[in-house]
């Protein structure tokens, strides 16, 4: 059941998110496609969130996350998250 895998991988990622940023908001609430970072994102993620986000990526998941670019791209929603950890 590759969905309800898939439905897993990003709740978890979301609750992964508000823990890792201390954000005060249920993880159920992040929409999938939302835009995670920027000042006018739904989360309002920045620069040091995306730094601790990837740290909490590569210990629970083994992604690398390279650069700004890669930070960009692959955290820009809970969507690219989830494909970036099982394309």
Partial sequence: ??????????SDLKKLLVETCRKKIPPETIPDDATLIGSDSFLGLDSLDVL????ALKKRYGVRVTDSKDALRIMKTIDALADAIEP
């Fill in 1 to 10: 059941m590759p969905g309800s895998q898939n439905h897993q991988l990003k």
């Fill in 52 to 55: 601790e986000v990837s740290v």
